[in-house]
């Protein structure tokens, strides 16, 4: 099933915590946290952790060697089932680890084109701030992400210490 037709992204905020905590919590029953580190607020104070990722944008908050980011969910109707990060311009620890673009996806809405989906979003978005080229990081046992991002173009430059991979921001094949 392609659920294409519903998806909407949605600048991350606070108004939008309720959503997000059924999402984390799927990731936390399928024993996946995506939000360790410096994103473990978002375990204690989902609604601070939202307003946190908005502000990135802005260039405040940000982890340590990052740049700023635009941070959105990914909403299927008013079901938030995924998370896409996109960042520029990029540090040297992003060149290395990150990249310009980062997503998950809720674990009972995988397969269905939801990350394909976003990624192209996430192109598109790039390009029209006049990036030519994105660069996407993945490890090498992640055959989801690299299906994903093979199917959007991604050309394959590097192996260590992650995948990394080029993608045109206009040709999101
Ligand atoms: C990677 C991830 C974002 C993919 O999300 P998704 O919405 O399921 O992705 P899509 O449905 O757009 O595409 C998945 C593709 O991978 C394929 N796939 C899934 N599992 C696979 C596996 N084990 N081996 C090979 N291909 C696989 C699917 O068949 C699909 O390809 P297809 O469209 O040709 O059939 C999701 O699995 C996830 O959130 N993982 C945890 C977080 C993560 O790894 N983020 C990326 C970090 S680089």
Redesign the pocket.
């Known amino acids: 099933m392609n659920v294409d037709q519903s998806l909407t992204l949605q600048r991350a905020a606070a108004e939008f915590a309720d959503a997000f905590v059924v999402m984390r919590d799927a990731f936390m029953a399928a024993s996946?946290d995506?939000w360790t580190g410096g994103a473990v607020i978002a375990h204690t104070d989902p609604a601070g952790y939202l307003e946190t990722i908005r502000s990135w944008s802005e260039g405040k908050n940000l982890p340590p060697d990052w740049c700023p980011a635009d941070c959105y969910l990914i909403f299927a109707d008013d079901v938030v089932?995924?998370q896409l990060d996109i960042r520029h311009p990029l540090t040297g620890h992003l060149r290395q680890y990150g990249g310009n673009i980062?997503?998950?996806?809720?674990?009972g809405?995988?397969?269905?084109?939801?990350?394909?989906?976003?990624?192209r979003s996430a192109l598109q978005m790039l390009e029209a701030k006049g990036v030519a080229e994105a660069l996407?990081?993945?490890?090498h046992d992640?055959?989801?992400?690299?299906?994903?991002?093979e199917?959007c173009g991604g050309r394959r430059i590097a192996d260590s210490p992650r995948r990394r991979y080029l993608i045109s921001t206009s040709s999101r094949s």
Do not use: D, F, M, Q
């Open positions: 996946e995506e089932v995924g980062g997503y998950h996806v809720h674990p809405y995988r397969n269905r084109g939801t990350a394909t989906w976003a990624l996407l990081t993945c490890a992640n055959a989801a992400s690299i299906r994903v991002i199917k």
